[in-house]
C-alpha cells in the first residue's frame, strides 16, 4: 500500500483551526482563573475629582451601575467602590493591588508618580481638553497682566475648574513675578462658569478665568459679549480629571472593564452614570496626552517650593 498523499493547502487549514481551538480554550481558562482569583474589582474616588458634585452622590451612582453592567456583560465579579481621601492611601492602594481603577486628579497622579502608560480622561459636555482663558473688558483698557495690579477676578468653581487658580498663579509668576495672593486685591468664586463671566460683562468684576468653550456657547446667545470681552491669556489643553488602571493589573478582566468604561456612554444607565461626573464620555489616550497639564503642575510646584524656601531664609 502506497501512504496516503496529504494536501498541503488542507493540513495548513487543520493547523489553523486546531491552533484556534487550543487558543480558545486556553483563553477560557485565562478568564475562568481571573474571575477567580479577581472576583472583586475595588473602584477608588478622589473627593478632589468631583468637587460639586455630592460624594455620596456619585458612590450610590457607581453602585448601582456596576451592580447592572457587571451582570448585562457577563463580568463574573463584584465591584466594590469606596472613597480615597488622600494620594497616599490611593498610592498604597495601588501599590498593594488593592485598588483596580480609580478616578482622581491630575493633581495627585503627579504627586503619585506612577508608572502608568494609558488613561481615561473624562470628556465634558462642551469639549476636551480644556482650555482656560482669562477675560477683561475691553472698557477697562487692560491689555496685559500687569494691568491687573490691585484687580478684583472671578474663577468658578467646577469639577473642570480645579487647575483654573494654578494656572492663573503660574501665570503671574512667571510675568509680573509674584504671587495672585500678593497681586491682586481679590479671588472670588462663582458657582456657574456663565455667571463667572457676566460678572465681567456687567463690570461687577475686573477680570474672570472660565473655559473658552463657555466663553464661545455665551458668545453664539449673545454676540455683544464676543465684542466687548477680550481674551487677555489662554491656558495649553488642561486635564483636570482622569480615570486610572493600576499598571500591575493585566488579566483578560482589565480589558472587560476597559471596554464597558469606553462604552459608558452607549447605554442609558452608564450616561446616568457620567452625568453625575458631568462627563459625556471616557476616552483612552496615551499618557503623554497630560504633558501641558503636568507641566503646569511641576511650574507650580517649583514656584511654591522656592516661596517656601525664601519664607525661611
Avoid at 447592572?68 to 498604597?92: F, H, M, N, W
Avoid at 475648574?161 to 509674584?178: C, F, G, K
Avoid at 514656584?303 to 525661611?312: A, I, L
Amino acid at each position: 500500500m502506497h501512504a496516503p498523499v496529504l494536501n498541503p493547502a488542507r493540513s495548513g487549514i487543520k493547523a489553523r483551526t486546531l491552533t484556534i481551538l487550543i487558543l480558545g480554550v486556553l483563553l477560557s481558562s485565562l478568564v475562568k482563573t481571573a474571575t477567580a482569583f479577581c472576583d472583586v474589582i475595588h473602584i477608588g474616588i478622589s473627593p478632589q475629582a468631583v468637587p460639586k458634585t455630592n460624594i455620596n452622590d456619585v458612590l450610590t451612582a457607581i453602585k448601582v451601575w456596576s451592580q447592572t453592567a457587571a451582570r448585562e456583560q457577563g463580568i463574573q465579579a463584584t465591584l466594590q467602590v469606596d472613597l480615597i481621601d488622600s494620594p497616599a492611601r490611593l498610592r498604597k492602594g495601588m501599590d498593594e493591588r488593592s485598588i483596580e481603577i480609580a478616578v482622581t486628579t491630575t493633581h495627585i497622579v503627579l504627586q503619585m508618580s506612577l508608572p502608568v502608560e494609558t488613561i481615561f480622561v473624562s470628556v465634558p459636555e462642551c469639549s476636551c481638553p480644556i482650555h482656560y482663558v482669562l477675560l477683561v473688558h475691553r472698557d477697562r483698557a487692560i491689555t496685559n497682566l500687569m494691568g491687573l495690579k490691585d484687580s478684583s477676578v472671578a474663577i468658578p468653581r467646577g469639577n473642570y475648574m480645579q487647575l483654573a487658580d494654578i494656572w492663573l498663579n503660574v501665570q503671574l509668576q512667571t510675568h509680573v513675578h509674584t504671587s495672585a495672593s500678593s497681586f491682586l486685591a481679590e479671588i472670588t468664586h462663582p458657582e456657574d462658569l456663565s455667571e463667572a463671566g457676566m460678572q465681567v460683562f456687567f463690570h461687577q468684576t475686573d477680570a474672570a478665568v472660565i473655559p473658552k468653550d463657555t466663553l464661545d456657547r455665551m458668545g453664539a446667545l449673545n454676540p455683544q459679549i464676543q465684542k466687548d470681552l477680550f481674551i487677555m491669556e489662554e491656558s495649553p489643553r488642561m486635564i483636570p480629571v482622569v480615570l486610572i488602571v493600576r499598571p500591575s493589573w493585566q488579566t483578560p478582566l482589565r480589558h472587560a472593564m476597559e471596554q464597558v468604561i469606553a462604552e459608558l456612554h452607549t447605554t442609558p444607565l452608564g450616561k446616568k452614570l457620567l452625568s453625575v461626573f458631568q462627563c459625556a464620555r471616557l476616552e483612552k489616550k496615551p499618557i503623554t496626552i497630560l504633558e501641558p497639564t503636568l507641566s503646569l503642575l511641576q511650574k507650580n510646584q517649583n514656584v511654591t517650593q522656592k516661596n517656601g524656601d525664601r519664607s525661611r531664609q
